[in-house]
T-cell receptor, first 114, second 111 residues
């Protein structure tokens, strides 16, 4: 049973470009969470999605960031017009949505903005 | 979620037990105590969780104080691979609750 898969592992973008981060949850998991870890800082929650629905986006920056989890395919975190301050590690987690709902994390995507 | 307090860092010798403390004096009756760890350059990894009783699994043991205001993660024999940041997190049962990570404890293991 494959774990949470994130790609790419490393992404380099120039200021003003778009960044697309992908996350495939564990098999059987219907809930996806995105977290961001800025350099030398802790992990911060960004957004929580179920299939085709955004449930909680209280941690998402108000502009340039969006997330989706379509009926088919991976969850996507999109950052438009990236700035240097977006450089961070972005982690995706998935959970079954039942019971204690333990979250299982991917290895992350490290975004560098030049 | 109620707040947790952990030491910034701890050191251990390889092959020795490690006790990682966590204080959570404002814990509510519905909060589970979760522990995750983050190895260098990796995503967080679930370690163990508990509510009231002590818990054991293949990775660690969790000792919970009788009043639930503190808990201790126990690694019975630390290895170099256990060097990581360990996070103690309180979380209510439910599908939607995100994890609130604090600063955690950075565990260093000496050979």
């Amino acid at each position: 049973n494959a774990g949470v898969m994130q790609n790419p592992r490393h992404l380099v973008r120039r200021r003003g470009q778009e960044a697309r981060l992908r996350c495939s949850p564990m098999k059987g998991h219907s809930h996806v969470y995105w977290y961001r870890q800025l350099p030398e800082e802790g992990l911060k929650f960004m957004v929580y999605l179920q299939k085709e629905n955004i449930i909680d986006e209280s941690g998402m920056p108000k502009e340039r960031f969006s997330a989706e989890f379509p009926k088919e395919g991976p969850s996507i975190l999109r950052i438009q017009q990236v700035v240097r301050g977006d450089s961070a590690a972005y982690f995706c987690a998935s959970s079954p949505g039942q019971g204690l709902n333990i979250q299982y994390f991917g290895a992350g995507t490290r975004l560098s903005v030049l | 979620d109620a707040k947790t307090t952990q030491p910034n860092s701890m050191e251990s010798n390889e092959e020795e037990p490690v006790h990682l403390p966590c204080n959570h004096s404002t814990i509510s009756g519905t909060d589970y105590i979760h522990w995750y760890r983050q190895l260098p350059s990796q995503g967080p990894e679930y370690v163990i969780h508990g509510l009231t009783s002590n818990v054991n699994n293949r990775m660690a043991s969790l000792a919970i104080a009788e009043d639930r205001k503190s808990s201790t993660l126990i690694l019975h024999r630390a290895t170099l691979r256990d060097a990581a940041v360990y996070y103690c997190i309180l979380k209510m049962v439910g599908a939607g609750n995100m994890l609130t990570f604090g600063g955690g404890t950075r565990l260093m293991v000496k050979p």
